[in-house]
């Protein structure tokens, strides 16, 4: 473990500007995520006269529209300098929060949602992740571990940081707050850290400018193992997105306070943090291929707790393991990636699957929106859940035979 912490360590030193550019975007990421964005929930439903289906309608529509956009503007990470990309990509989220601040009109609050999902849930992660999996090659799990510890950060400060200014403030002044953070820290941090962006071109050797998009999709959807990992990448964000959205009523129906709920998003992403980091020198070890077939585990173990036990304490043992898998994930996933399609078009593949993911969770507010309005009851849909879960996660250990064949 101390040899462990020390290779970190070491690692961490020698790479600083280039892990705290992606740790800041994963970080910044969480404005455009669906666990904040469930704060301002409330205050969305009676501003602009909306029911909790309509919102979850609305919110789908956004997603739906950001994830058709990822797979083009994702893959210009592969043509362009990574700083000017980076800056494009933040100066897309600085409008979505200003929109945000002062919108009037549902229409407004739409294109926000758009631009956040966009730019804050998509590219900014994109571009971070891709980042890592092309730049780094022996190092690359614990390059991902690091840079992915920027998303329970957010999940364990901005929570309980919003919930505080939402009760001294207008939620309108606490988005222009956001919009100050996005402009005085995240984008002279890009521009700064970046500076070089050369560096990152130079150092891959394995880029492939000469393939088009369309011979890169025939390439990624020939792969004989995609089946089979498609549905546990798909399975953990479309539940969490819709789970996290209506947080505060499915709360309600549990018995667990406010307080409750934020409380358990610290040890989300204690256990984010956590898994991510001992992932990362496994799929170093043992490579991604061996790693991602036990992704699904403490994810299942965490519906089958939240189907059957409904005691405060629940939720802290389902959102610790739920911050398990997706530590787990942050890690093996891009390094996955990399492994079945090389690194030349790791921005292409990243981006496609990525809008693949969000269009999965386009239907996860409409579907838990109506359910809630229903009266579906919470553990009904855990045990949905949990079926779902298991059966995905078998799919997945095909991965553990056969060779990990790059599909060129």
Do not use: C
Request: charge should be positive.
């Amino acid at each position: 473990m101390q040899n462990t912490l020390m290779t970190y360590i070491t690692f961490a030193l020698k790479e600083s500007k280039l892990l705290s550019f992606a740790v800041s975007l994963t970080f910044f990421s969480s404005f455009g995520q669906t666990f904040l964005i469930a704060l301002f929930v409330p205050y969305f439903l009676t501003v602009f006269d909306l029911t909790n289906a309509s919102f979850g309608t609305l919110y789908s529509a956004a997603t739906l529209i950001s994830a058709f956009l990822l797979p083009y503007l994702g893959q210009w990470i592969d043509r362009i300098p990574l700083r000017t990309y980076s800056m494009m990509v933040g100066m897309g989220l600085l409008s979505a929060a200003l929109l945000m601040t002062i919108s009037w009109h549902v229409s407004i609050l739409f294109l926000s949602l758009v631009l956040l999902r966009l730019t804050g849930q998509g590219l900014s992660s994109h571009t971070a992740q891709t980042t890592m999996a092309r730049f780094f090659d022996h190092q690359r799990g614990k390059a991902l571990s690091i840079s992915s510890m920027g998303f329970p950060l957010g999940e364990a400060i901005f929570p309980i940081a919003i919930a505080g200014l939402l009760t001294l403030f207008h939620w309108r002044t606490t988005w222009g707050m956001i919009t100050a953070m996005i402009l005085f820290i995240l984008l002279p941090l890009i521009w700064f850290l970046v500076r070089n962006s050369n560096t990152v071109e130079e150092k891959d050797s394995d880029r492939k400018r000469e393939t088009s998009t369309k011979e890169s999709y025939k390439i990624i959807f020939k792969h004989p193992k995609l089946l089979y990992v498609l549905p546990a990448i798909l399975i953990p964000p479309f539940w969490a997105t819709g789970l996290f959205l209506y947080q505060v009523s499915y709360a309600d129906q549990m018995g667990w306070t406010a307080a409750i709920v934020a409380s358990a998003f610290i040890a989300f992403a204690a256990t984010r943090i956590a898994m991510g980091l001992i992932t990362g020198p496994l799929v170093d070890r043992f490579t991604a291929h061996k790693t991602f077939p036990f992704l699904l585990v403490p994810m299942s173990i965490a519906l089958f707790f939240g189907a059957y036990f409904s005691a405060a304490w629940t939720a802290f043992v389902y959102m610790a393991l739920l911050g398990a898998t997706f530590g787990m994930a942050g890690s093996v996933k891009a390094a996955l990636w990399a492994e079945m399609f090389g690194t030349g078009m790791i921005g292409t593949v990243r981006s496609l699957f990525s809008s693949i993911m969000v269009v999965s969770t386009a239907a996860s507010p409409f579907l838990m929106g109506w359910w809630l309005d229903q009266g579906i009851t919470l553990p009904t849909i855990f045990l949905i859940a949990l079926i779902t879960t298991v059966i995905s996660g078998l799919l997945s250990f095909r991965l553990l035979f056969g060779q990990n064949e790059i599909v060129t």
